[in-house]
């Protein structure tokens, strides 16, 4: 139960460098992923979503007579009925510091950005119709070799389009997708166990320890007041770590495409640095 998934997939790219056939979303790489400073543009990847809402009262499941298979489940039965969510990543992969920070909807609105150390950093914008990246020229040099140098000149600070689409690309454009955390939940053969209590930005919260069936540990951290939100997750397992927080539960996630002129797609791009 990875809520780091997808940012420790691309991270494994960072850490591979200029390994663009390791880069495809077919690999099945599990890495971690840490929250740098959102973006601050009108069509930039900035977080928009409001103050949360996993606030403590006094209505809500009684936790304290649960198991921890119950606890998890409750967890679950709350986050797949989120319209949206915020969530801060940060971990390592491969001694690899991973940095994210992302809000996303169930319709299919999302904005954030993220940094994969010296595998360079870029902000993405989606939307039901399209997904977008901004990356640095670090970033493209890593994902595409020496094409990547080539195309951060030509791409000059642009968004590229069509990213859910580029083999080496596609698994950045699916970190900003709800169902990328709601899925990491429940796996087959995770065993739950119940731990003690914690508060997580002031929040009460019971830990749930998860063994999970891929070899790796999850603490999973769950509101005891209200809605029984996951508030804060720590993954590990042999390649790394990773923490993620959640927030902004249902809150609005606005999303403003980029300008046609501040566009090229990511295929095109490809063929002119080519």
Request: aromatic residues 4%; negative net charge; contains cysteine.
């Amino acid at each position: 139960m990875l809520f780091t998934t997808p940012f420790r997939i691309a991270a494994t790219c960072a850490v591979v460098t200029l390994g663009v056939t390791a880069c495809s979303s077919g690999s099945g790489a599990t890495k971690s992923a840490a929250a740098p400073a959102p973006a601050t543009s009108a069509a930039s990847a900035a977080p928009t979503s409001a103050a949360p809402s996993a606030s403590p009262s006094a209505t809500g499941p009684d936790l304290s007579t649960m198991t921890g298979d119950q606890i998890l489940q409750q967890a679950i039965t709350a986050l797949k009925g989120a319209g949206s969510l915020q969530t801060v990543i940060s971990g390592t992969t491969s001694g690899v510091p991973i940095q994210a920070h992302v809000s996303v909807d169930a319709k299919g609105d999302c904005s954030g950005n993220m940094s994969m150390g010296p595998g360079g950093s870029a902000d993405v914008l989606s939307t039901p119709q399209q997904t977008y990246l901004r990356p640095d020229a670090t970033m493209l040099t890593t994902f595409w070799g020496g094409e990547g140098a080539a195309a951060a000149k030509l791409l000059n600070g642009r968004w590229m389009s069509g990213v859910q689409n580029d083999a080496d690309l596609k698994d950045i454009a699916d970190s900003c997708s709800l169902e990328q955390y709601t899925d990491q939940l429940g796996k087959a053969g995770d065993k739950a166990t119940k731990g003690s209590t914690d508060t997580v930005n002031g929040q009460p919260a019971v830990i749930v320890h998860i063994a999970r069936a891929d070899g790796g540990q999850t603490d999973l951290w769950v509101a005891t007041q209200g809605t029984p939100w996951p508030l804060k997750s720590v993954d590990k397992d042999s390649d790394g770590s990773g923490t993620a927080t959640f927030s902004a539960f249902n809150a609005p996630v606005t999303v403003t495409p980029p300008a046609d002129s501040d566009v090229i797609a990511a295929s095109k791009l490809k063929a002119l640095a080519g």
